[in-house]
């Protein structure tokens, strides 16, 4: 992006990460650093003019901006939720498990492409979102391996909720 002279979209240290942003938390420090989705569909418009034919959003928590994107973009934008569902039902689950970030839960892209496509599906509970955050924060985005007793703790959580795959959607 440097070396092309693209504006970068930064989050602000003071937001503490992507998943905040659509939280209570992140919400106020976001619109005080002067962010708008604006920036975003003006991002998009810039691709297309440098000929991009397609885009991609490789972001979960950032499809809550989906659809407005969509409706501005002149070019078809991936959407990585819907893919992802559709993959889980092809592959026979009949109700995965959203593990992800408490932004992306919060934002309900996947939870509203589960109901499109017709899924049940399952969150964790208050106490077990808290250890797939621990599990993401505290583990993977540190570079240390996962905590696997945490993880079975999880998804033997799910399980109990009738819960036959997962999707991973940090």
Do not use: W
């Not at 932004?103 to 599906?121: D, I, L, P, W």
Request: net charge negative; charged share 20%; with cysteine.
């Amino acid at each position: 992006a440097d070396a092309e002279g693209y504006e970068e979209f930064v989050v602000p240290d003071a937001v503490g990460g992507r998943y905040s942003v659509l939280t209570a938390v992140g919400l106020l420090p976001i619109a005080a650093a002067g962010i708008d989705v604006d920036r975003l569909l003006s991002g998009a418009r810039l691709l297309e003019r440098e000929g991009c034919t397609v885009l991609a959003i490789p972001c979960n928590t950032a499809h809550y901006f989906y659809d407005k994107l969509e409706q501005t973009a002149g070019v078809p934008i991936l959407n990585m939720v819907e893919q992802t569902v559709l993959h889980v039902k092809q592959r026979g689950v009949k109700k995965p498990a959203l593990l992800a970030t408490t932004g992306t839960v919060a934002a309900k892209t996947y939870q509203r492409m589960f109901e499109k496509h017709g899924m049940a599906f399952a969150v964790p509970d208050e106490k077990h979102q808290n250890m797939v955050m621990q599990l993401i924060y505290g583990d993977i985005k540190q570079g240390k391996r996962a905590d696997m007793a945490v993880f079975e703790a999880v998804a033997a959580h799910m399980r109990v909720q009738g819960c036959d795959g997962a999707i991973l959607g940090c």
